[in-house]
């Protein structure tokens, strides 16, 4: 369930194609709040309970290749009090990491993700 080793270890390139999907397919819309000022966006994922720690270990790994691309990212959160069942029945937990969207992380996913992520175009005023 971990990101491969070649996607993890690969060039700029490689790093920012998969997470420019990963944030067109998993991340929460960006709204503005009331303030005129961008919410964090949110990268957000399900799996069944048994899971946990590969979740865990997915965020980690997300993490460390934003890092890798000077993009400041928050803390992880695993919310294991929330549980959802799937239609099979299996319980599911959520995990999810927010990109910070204060005006310098802003600047870096311009630079590091137009025009491959449709959700960072959101960004741009």
Not at 37 to 57: C, D, H, M, V
Not at 81 to 102: A, F, H
């Amino acid at each position: 369930y971990g990101i491969p080793n070649w996607i993890k270890n690969g060039n700029k390139k490689v790093k920012v194609n998969y997470l420019s999907a990963l944030i067109d397919d998993e991340a929460e819309s960006i709204k503005k709040e009331k303030n005129k000022t961008f919410r964090g966006l949110k990268i957000k994922q399900s799996k069944w309970i048994k899971y946990e720690s590969e979740l865990r270990i997915f965020f980690e790994e997300i993490k460390e290749m934003f890092s890798s691309l000077d993009i400041m990212t928050g803390k992880i959160t695993i919310d294991t009090k929330n549980r959802y069942l799937r239609k099979d029945g299996k319980e599911t937990i959520t995990g999810w990491i927010r990109i910070s969207l204060d005006k310098e992380n802003q600047k870096k996913l311009i630079k590091t993700f137009l025009p491959h992520s449709q959700k960072i175009l959101a960004i741009i005023d």
